[in-house]
């Protein structure tokens, strides 16, 4: 199985600063990566496709790039509703796998 | 509007049985390839088994194989989670998730339903 792992695992940040999220694959992955967004009670939400795709109606703020095992998830400027959880996930094999999570909370 | 909605939820006991459902709307629920994913309570996600837009080869993750079974019905575009043998650590909202690629065999998953919510005691 291909092992996502996430750092860092929480990040403190205020309103306006840009963030960045690293994901590493145990393998190759190609740009097989998703990131979603997940706010408490709320199913998470796809916010960029093939690692660097932004899903439509997602704000331009968030940006993705990498390929092979490193990939990350940058939010320039960070606004009040961007506060939630960050995960990654790889669509290159199965069993799908995901990140372990990457909790991002106001300063 | 695309949806997803599942049910099916509730409290049973170690070693029984239950099936989910998630019931599909405003898509061709045939194109896409279909998902399901739990998350336990305040941990992260977690992949539990595929049905391919083609309703060919199933996967399924190692923690249900050979106790959970996915199927749908595309005359009511309803994909179904049957879970036998359940074990405490099967507690968690299980999601449907759809696949945005169509006719895709593996990609990002698009539109999730509400989730419904499984306690095994």
């Known amino acids: 199985d291909i092992q996502m792992t996430q750092s860092p695992s929480s990040v403190s940040a205020s309103v306006g600063d840009r963030v960045t999220i690293t994901c590493r694959a145990s393998?190759?992955?190609?740009?097989?990566l998703a990131w979603y967004q997940q706010k408490p009670g709320n199913a998470p939400k796809l916010l960029i496709h093939?690692?660097?795709n932004l899903q439509s109606g997602v704000p331009s703020r968030f940006s993705g790039s990498g390929s092979g095992t490193h990939f990350t998830l940058t939010i320039s400027s960070l606004q009040p509703e961007d506060f939630a959880t960050y995960y990654c996930?790889?669509?290159?094999?199965?069993?799908?796998?995901f990140g372990q999570g990457t909790r991002l909370e106001i300063k | 509007q695309v949806q997803l909605v599942e049910s099916g939820g509730g409290v049973v006991q170690p070693g029984r049985s239950l099936r989910l459902s998630c019931a599909a709307s405003?898509?061709?629920?045939?194109?896409?390839?279909m998902h399901w994913v739990r998350q336990a309570p305040g941990k992260g996600l977690e992949w539990v088994a595929v049905?391919?837009?083609?309703?060919?080869?199933?996967y399924y993750a190692d923690s249900v194989k050979g106790r959970f079974t996915i199927s749908r019905d595309t005359a009511t575009d309803t994909l179904f989670l049957e879970m036998n043998s359940l074990r405490t650590e099967d507690t968690a909202v299980y999601y449907c998730?759809?696949?945005?690629?169509?006719?895709?065999?593996?990609?990002?998953?698009?539109?999730w339903g509400q989730g419904t919510l499984v306690t095994i005691s």
């Open positions: 998730a759809r696949e945005w690629n169509v006719a895709a065999a593996i990609d990002a998953f698009d539109i």
């Open positions: 405003g898509f061709s629920f045939s194109s896409h390839s």
């Open positions: 049905m391919p837009y083609d309703g060919s080869n199933k």
């Open positions: 393998q190759g992955i190609s740009s097989w």
């Open positions: 093939t690692a660097s």
């Open positions: 996930q790889q669509a290159h094999s199965f069993p799908i796998t």
